[in-house]
C-alpha cells in the first residue's frame, strides 16, 4: 500500500487526571473549532492546580492548541511543571507542527504517569512522518499500559492497516468499536480494514447500518483512493449479503443476524 498523509479525526477524549492523547487519525472527518467557541476566562480556575489542567484539556479538546500553549506558560510560572502540564505542552506542540519539540517532551516523561500518553503522541509523530511500522510499535507499547482506551486502540489498528499487517490491525480495531460502538472514527476505520480485505460489501453494509455522516463516507472514500483499494461503491447486493469466506491467515470479521453493531470476530470465545 502507498503511504499517505495523516487525517486526523475528531477531538473525543475526556480528561482522566490528563491521561489521553487528543486527536487520533484514520479515515474520519477533521476537526473544526466550533464559530460559537466563547472567550476562556481562566481566573476562577487558577485557584486549583486540578482545575487549571482540567480547563487546559478542554481547550484542546476543542482545538484551542495555540491558546493552550499560552495557558500551560501560565499554569506552569504558578505551580511549576508536572507530568500532566507536560503532556499538555507536548499534546499542543505536536498539534501547531512543533514535532520536533515535542516528541522531545514525550521521551522526557518515560517512567512517568504520562508514559503511555506519550508513546500514544510519538506514534502518532511517527504516523505522520509515514513511519508507519515504527507507529504501531509505540502505539503497542501505549496499549500495554492502557488497554482499555478505546481511542489508542483505534489508532493502534490504523496503523497496523497502513502498515499491512491487516490481521494485527482487526483485533485492536474490534476492541475499539466495542469499547465505543458509535465512535464514527472507529467505524470508519473498521470500513477501511474491510476495504483492505477486499469486503467492499461488508464495508458497504457497515457504514449504512451505522448511518456514517456524509463527511466520514468522504474521507472513507479518500483514503481508499490513495491505498488503491476497492471502494463500496462498487459492491454488489451479493457481496453485501454473503458472509465472507475463511480467511487462511485468521478468522474474518462477519455479521451476526442482528446487524453490523454486533460483529464479532468468528471463533473468538
Not at 36 to 52: E, I, N, W
Not at 113 to 127: T, V
Request: charge should be neutral.
Amino acid at each position: 500500500m502507498k503511504n499517505s498523509a495523516l487525517i486526523v479525526l475528531v477531538p473525543a477524549f475526556v480528561l482522566a487526571a490528563c491521561s489521553s492523547t487528543p486527536n487520533g487519525y484514520g479515515v474520519a472527518a477533521p476537526p473544526r473549532i466550533a464559530e460559537d467557541t466563547p472567550p476562556v476566562d481562566a481566573a476562577p480556575y487558577r485557584d486549583s492546580q486540578t482545575t487549571y489542567l482540567a480547563l487546559i484539556n478542554r481547550m484542546q479538546q476543542n482545538g484551542l492548541w495555540f491558546a493552550s500553549l499560552a495557558h500551560v506558560d501560565a499554569l506552569e510560572q504558578q505551580w511549576g511543571r508536572s507530568p500532566d502540564s507536560q503532556r499538555l505542552r507536548a499534546d499542543a506542540l505536536r498539534q501547531t507542527g512543533q514535532a520536533e519539540q515535542s516528541e522531545k517532551i514525550y521521551l522526557q516523561l518515560a517512567g512517568t504517569p504520562q508514559q503511555a500518553a506519550a508513546s500514544h503522541g510519538r506514534g502518532l509523530i511517527a504516523a505522520a512522518r509515514g513511519d508507519f511500522a515504527q507507529a504501531a510499535e509505540l502505539l503497542e507499547a501505549a496499549r500495554r499500559q492502557t488497554p482499555t482506551d478505546a481511542l489508542l486502540l483505534n489508532d493502534l489498528g490504523y496503523a497496523q492497516l497502513r502498515a499491512g499487517r491487516l490481521e494485527a490491525a482487526r483485533m485492536p480495531l474490534m476492541q475499539a468499536q466495542q469499547l465505543q460502538p458509535d465512535n464514527p472514527k472507529v467505524l470508519g476505520n473498521i470500513a477501511l480494514l474491510l476495504l483492505a480485505e477486499g469486503k467492499p460489501g461488508l464495508a458497504q453494509t457497515l457504514m449504512e447500518e451505522s448511518r456514517l455522516p456524509v463527511a466520514t463516507r468522504a474521507a472513507i472514500a479518500r483514503e481508499a483512493a490513495r491505498l488503491d483499494l476497492p471502494t463500496a461503491a462498487s459492491a454488489t447486493a451479493t457481496d453485501a449479503a454473503q458472509d465472507p469466506p475463511q480467511a487462511a491467515a485468521g478468522a474474518p470479521l462477519v455479521l451476526k443476524a442482528s446487524g453490523w453493531m454486533s460483529a464479532r470476530i468468528q471463533g473468538t470465545p
